[in-house]
């Protein structure tokens, strides 16, 4: 009757998988980094190799080798976090300046809807000292295309409006400048110029030299797909070649989120594995026809061998990222299996793959791409683990009716597949974009087969082709398989209920939904439906938790007031629509109205020429729009939110234009019987990515 002998006899039972949460202490350690409000110390990274140490002394202890061990996972994250950041560190900038003469070293060329978007390495900004100026910055720009661009490496000179990139719009949402920091870049802008080459030479270092190659085939690609194609078929088909989805139109991207095909653009486990199994089988069939090759070398070893080429080549083209980086390890790891004579089609080496990528692009855990990859993966190991043997058998037995009924369970399998594909990623889905695709399996079971068996076979064949001019014909075909995805995507955005909203979810939900889930994958007996409980508690978070009553941006000219009957009043709501779309999302896309629209009695709104009014239960919240009008609204407002500076007021809570500056975008909750405020920065913390951090640092010091 011992609780702890009940869980520490499957614990022990279980223990050739507690290698599996290896990843999970990796990714524990990681997120605690992200989260903290300060950076920490150098001599934290002293952590590891301290608890590896004590890890190894205590080894014949089990009692005390488990938790040293987790805790040096724990600390094995938490570095390679603080180690990524210390070498991503550059200067960001912190405020609009310009127009100003910009000249740096033009690294990417990417296509956009309505122009291009320019990488400059290196980059010169007007006066900007160069303490203070970032290693790379982006500039969009209008009414231009590939061909106006120069050759990649040159270095340019173009007068352009540069700034920051954007903070978060709300506590808890995304935070865009993070983002940039790992990706090296420090600001963007936008020109409308002309441009003019200083220096046409390519930088000498080698790694740039690798870099700017690739950019060179990734450009050809492009420009040969649009030689061939047009509109957005061309641009889907171009995202499928060199990674770059910017050109896809607004309205086709919208689409495919809705009927949740969104995730065939981005070059993740589907495309990889096609490309990496497109080389494989057919190379190994080839071999196979020359007999004096088959019968006197390891022709399958051989195929493999190009298959992990391949991949590494594909994942260089279109980009190293997190769910690409994931797929080729996987898929390079299957190919070295079968090189080694081993099988590796297995829960660990999901495993292997997670920690890799985790330790090896630590921010990426913090983003949807690198979550909603490895869940569904995960997902489906488990799922398949123990039918896996039984589908090899029966593969193996070639009979007209056992691969009669081979086909029909494989066919089985692809509607499971999407099915647990789908439940493992709707809490990351719901989390970072609040919403959720209705018609996702049904759309998926049409899709990922068109894109196997038609569309990717044509992109290989057009990489293949390539060098020697003639990849018209499959740029051609790969883009008819294109075109019936955009179809499938139109057709069923426009079904009813394609697109559920949802309000927020808090962090510590989704914590208890991947807690869950981990228990309920890695684990083999019985007791890993335990993991069903905190899944539960995660999903019905809407029941216990509350959304903000107001919203203002960092700036205070633009606010949003949520009223009883569930609209989203906004001040200036065509002036900033990104941030009130983001408003949206973030209370389960209510409707929106201008705060100047509502009747002059509405009793919960009001507004003039000198400011609003806004009442929820007791408390009042003033928003004056005119300094005079700030005095009045001092008496009679608990809460005073302004753009400018307010002396002498009586008002309990006063947000005004230096509260802005220092803390960022507010939110303001009234439900909890006393409004509860939070802050941006108080959130973030002084981390290298907040605006002004090496200046304040300096300050302190």
Request: aromatic share 10%; net charge neutral; proline share 7%.
């Amino acid at each position: 009757m011992n609780p702890l002998r009940i869980i520490a006899q499957p614990f022990a039972q279980e223990h050739e998988r507690w290698l599996l949460w290896v990843p999970a202490g990796l990714g524990a350690g990681i997120v605690i980094y992200f989260n903290l409000p300060f950076e920490p110390p150098l001599w934290a990274l002293a952590a590891t190799p301290l608890l590896a140490l004590a890890a190894w002394l205590g080894r014949a202890h089990i009692g005390l080798l488990m938790p040293l061990t987790a805790a040096l996972t724990l600390a094995l994250g938490f570095n390679a976090a603080q180690i990524e950041t210390l070498y991503s560190a550059a200067p960001m900038m912190d405020r609009q300046i310009g127009p100003v003469p910009v000249t740096g070293r033009l690294m990417v060329t990417e296509m956009m809807p309505d122009g291009v978007r320019l990488t400059l390495k290196d980059p010169e900004i007007g006066r900007l000292p160069p303490e203070r100026t970032p290693y790379q910055i982006r500039i969009r720009m209008k009414d231009k295309n590939l061909t106006d661009m120069p050759e990649p490496g040159s270095r340019i000179n173009i007068w352009a409006q540069v700034g920051p990139f954007s903070e978060p719009v709300a506590p808890h949402a995304y935070d865009f400048r993070r983002q940039s920091f790992f990706l090296r870049l420090g600001g963007m802008g936008w020109s409308r110029s002309a441009i003019d080459v200083v220096d046409p030479t390519p930088p000498s270092s080698l790694i740039d030299t690798i870099n700017l190659a690739f950019e060179r085939a990734r450009r050809a690609l492009t420009l040969h797909v649009y030689d061939k194609l047009s509109g957005d078929k061309a641009a889907m088909t171009a995202a499928l070649l060199n990674g770059e989805q910017n050109s896809i139109s607004k309205d086709v991207m919208q689409n495919m989120r809705v009927s949740g095909l969104a995730h065939l653009l981005s070059i993740s486990g589907i495309h990889v594995s096609m490309m990496g199994l497109l080389v494989y089988f057919p190379l190994r069939a080839i071999l196979a026809l020359i007999p004096w090759v088959a019968l006197r070398f390891p022709i399958k070893k051989w195929a493999a061998g190009a298959a992990i080429i391949s991949t590494a080549l594909y994942m260089l083209l279109v980009g190293p990222q997190a769910p690409t980086l994931r797929s080729t390890l996987m898929t390079g790891i299957v190919m070295f299996a079968i090189i080694a004579d081993r099988r590796a089609l297995s829960m660990r080496l999901v495993a292997l793959a997670a920690s890799l990528v985790m330790l090896m692009q630590p921010d990426g855990v913090m983003g949807p791409s690198f979550e909603m990859s490895f869940a569904a993966v995960l997902c489906m190991v488990a799922a398949f683990e123990k039918t896996a043997d039984r589908a090899l058998a029966q593969a193996h037995n070639f009979s007209l009716l056992s691969w009669l009924h081979f086909l029909w369970k494989h066919a089985g399998g692809i509607i499971l597949t999407s099915l647990v594909a789908t439940a493992a990623t709707t809490p990351f889905s719901i989390y970072h974009f609040q919403t959720f695709s209705f018609y996702g399996v049904v759309a998926n079971m049409v899709a990922i087969p068109l894109t196997s068996f038609w569309v990717m076979p044509c992109i290989l064949m057009a990489y293949i082709t390539a060098p020697f001019g003639a990849d018209g014909i499959f740029i051609t075909g790969a883009g008819w398989g294109v075109e019936w995805l955009i179809r499938i995507a139109n057709h069923i955005a426009a079904w009813p209920l394609a697109l559920l909203h949802l309000p927020a979810m808090p962090a510590i939900a989704l914590l208890a939904i991947v807690g869950g889930g981990l228990w309920l994958c890695l684990w083999r007996q019985r007791w890993r439906f335990l993991g069903l409980l905190p899944i539960l508690v995660g999903a019905f978070y809407p029941l216990y938790t509350t959304q903000p009553d107001f919203f203002v941006t960092a700036d205070g000219k633009q606010w949003a007031a949520r009223l009883d009957d569930g609209r989203l009043a906004v001040a200036n709501l065509d002036r900033e629509a990104f941030v009130v779309e983001q408003w949206q999302k973030r209370l389960g896309n209510p409707e929106t109205v201008d705060s100047l629209a509502l009747p002059p009695e509405d009793k919960q709104l009001r507004c003039d020429d000198q400011g609003c009014v806004y009442h929820r239960g007791n408390d009042v919240l003033a928003m004056p729009s005119l300094e005079a009008a700030a005095l009045e609204d001092c008496e009679r407002a608990s809460i005073i939110v302004a753009p400018f500076l307010i002396r002498d007021c009586a008002a309990q809570v006063v947000i005004d234009d230096p509260a802005l500056w220092h803390h960022g975008a507010h939110t303001i909750s009234f439900d909890s019987g006393t409004p509860h405020i939070e802050y941006v920065r108080e959130r973030r913390g002084q981390r290298p990515w907040s605006p002004g951090y090496k200046i304040r640092k300096d300050i302190d010091e």
